[in-house]
């Protein structure tokens, strides 16, 4: 069984028993072939994903992979929230971090890279925009940053 079937199953089993547990269904990466397969799974939710949350999803799958593909049931299973660093990748991504710090990767007009960090205060149609702090004395602007300019954005972790 090929990885991107292996994962396509399992994503049509996992999305409802996700939904049902009010969980986000992140990623599903697989590896390896046969009963070796390794099916790795990245949940989150508002307020984050805890141990819980993974163990209750875990053992939800499990059972229906049983009962639905005694082959699917063969692989292993990793279940795991996405961490404070994980890449912003859509929308919902960056709907769930507003108000907090992000690092932002954007594609200059010249080719080149740069990196912008701050609060990010407003999500539009055409891009974000986040509060920055320069200065010595950390003065904070807005900077309006277009979704075509972002080449990677995360959250930084706030101490």
Known sequence: MDTKYLGNQV???AEPIAQA???DL?????QGKGAGSVV???LDKDGGVGIRDCEQFHQSLRRA???ADPMLFACRLEVSSPGVD???KNLKDYQRVVGKVIQVKIQDSEGGQQQVIGRLSAL???GVTLSVRTGKQQKTHEVELFWDCITEAKQQVEF
């Open 11 to 13: 994503q049509l089993i």
């Open 26 to 30: 992140l990623e599903i990466a697989c």
């Open 86 to 88: 994980r890449p912003l």
């Open 21 to 23: 547990l009010d969980l």
């Open 65 to 67: 992979l049983e009962v």
């Open 40 to 42: 790795r799974i990245t």
């Open 124 to 126: 539009t149609e055409i």
